[in-house]
């Protein structure tokens, strides 16, 4: 398969099929609505509305490396912003839109401001009792939200003219609006914005000497994030139709965390893979028992952590190491695969240079292979930041191996996966 | 009842609750100090101990009899999460770690729903009916009692950590772990020491305060919120910070409750909230902590 890959990968071919697996997505996006019955279309709608606030995350947690445990309240937040405006305002539901994204943005650099002047996990505290405060907050102020009863508003119509159902024309409208967030996220990150996020999140004192402005990012970040939230609230209500304190109680900010983690943090499509985690996973293992969903996101949460920190995004690119470092080394074969698995003491891997080079290739634009292509790179920084768990644990579990060298430098190095990332700047 | 009286009785009732919050809290600053990590899983790990508590209990162990096993158990346990969930990601970057305790978080949370159901269990109340009455303002022995327990607590942990040679090798390892290694010291070791006595201390808010929120497993969700602004106002590097933060933290919380009519009982959650932005806006290295200072 990688020599497939090693032939495709260049020049004209390269673009080609990259355009070819762009179209081929689209196709299959836009049709699936006209293909499966409408409790599945509406599943799928749901999905993509949490990619969404995923993709928002993402931002925040994968490549800006700081967390938030209550993205569920940002969500509500727009989720309300919208069902009152809709109820009380009745603006029409395009209006809602904007007033949520922007209303998010807003609280996000309010909670932002003093909670990411400090290093550490000041925002983990803040967003955490943020997101236990608001229920009651949304319960006290009955005569605006309806209080524990909720508001129940309009659902998006289709238009007469479309000829479509209810739950089609919501599908098609929430993956426009989907399609145009996870664009902008990728663009954000090509940004000047973004190189700045990746580089505090990789070291946070070399970026500050190069001239990053350490709090601004990060509160810019987390606000771009809490956006993203808000507009995948706002959805969530055009396509409900209902909002209520108990829908959004701490558990959704977690579930959202955990969705992220497994789809893959520092990817590009991880929120979707997220997502249809954060969907189906209660509903199918919620038939098993009440507790089963915690259990399973629980245990897939450490172990992701532990042997696969990119999630499922991450894990192609990963088998295929491990299989090429299997099989016979071939020169050009050897060359493109990641190698962070083989390379616990930190070298800087032989594919460190692809990753710059499809970073810096934003020119042609939208071209969708560099989205597949920062996979495996986005692999590479979220092995330098996150991981390094991977090459460590099997030393862990020897008990004899506990008090090794290897353990020792842990203590003093902290950004143990900095330097290939620093190349970049 | 007087207007003075009637302050007084929310103070002491505010101790009480706040002794509960600053037993959890000193459980955060222990793992914090050794280990640089806030562990989020502690709240749910003192009310696995509390559900091992209830079942001794309910199968018929005295409690008295019961709450020493429960905090063996704890300490055995909270080694246990140490080796074998902490220690694989130890020395990774922040947020591995961060997410792994937030995956133990819903993993225990979820595990005690399995094993326990979700619903709501009583839980004995340990000490007798009735108090005592100081000049109008009535102090339940629960109360004192509760007060009474997380004092021990905290007398025991000061004479172990100042006054033993165990204390003193988990001191290095908590000042500085590497040279701590150079010089003999199982880190380790010590380190799964440091989270077992922090999950024992854990076990001791969770069994305190499960006779007022009767036992469920989002039962510290709450408790934990507040231990947090706790530590955040009294320095996460600072026992001293922790229990003060939490009393303080407690008062807060029953006069909020009981004096601002806007808030009231139900929005009494956003208290801990207030505090800790205040604390980062004003100083955010907390009353106790020392300022963290950045070495490249």
Redesign the interface.
Known sequence: MSTIIATLGTGRARRLRAALTVLLAAAVAVGAPFYFAPFQVFQLTMVLLYAVALAGLNLLVGFGGQISLGHGAFFAAGAYTAAVMLDRYDTGHLATLPVAAAGCFLLGLGFGVPALRLRGLYLALVTLAFAVFLPPLLKRLEPVTGGSMGLTVDKLQPPAWSGLAEDQWLYLVVLAVTAVALLLARNLLRSRVGRALLAVRDNESAAEVMGVRLSLHKTLAFAWSAMFAGVAGCLYTWVIGFVSPDSFSFVLSITLLAGLVVGGLASLYGPLLGAAFVMYVPSVSQDVSEAAPGVVFGLLIITVMFVAPTGLAGLPGRVRAAVARRLPRRAPTSARTPEAESAPDGEPEPDAESGPESLAESGPGGDPESLAESAPDAEESAAASAPDVSPKSPAASDPSATDTPADLAVADAEPVGAPPRTEKE | MSAVTEFLQQVVEGLGSGAVYASLALALVLIYRFTGI?N?AQGELAMLSTYVAWQLVASGMPFWLALPVTLAVSFAGGMLVERI?I??????????V???T?????????????IWS?TVKDFPQPFPDGGLDLAGVRVDWSTLGIIGVVAVVMGLLYLLFQHTAIGLTMRAVACN??SA?LSGI???RVLMLGWGLAATVGAVSGVLVAPLLFLE?NMM??VL?YA??AA?LGGFDSPVGAVVGGLFVGVAETLTGAYVDVVGA??K??V??VI??AV??VR?QGLFGRA?V???
Do not use: H
Request: net charge positive; hydrophobic share 60%; glycine share 12%.
């Open positions: 806030v989020f969930v220690r694989p990601v130890q020395g990774a970057p922040e947020l591995t961060v997410i792994v937030v995956g133990l978080f819903i993993f225990v949370n979820a595990l005690a729903g399995l979700f772990p590497a290694r199982r880190v380790g497993p969700g709450g919120i947090f602004a955040t139900d929005l959650v956003g801990p909230l800790i932005l980062l806006l955010p963290a950045e070495r490249a």
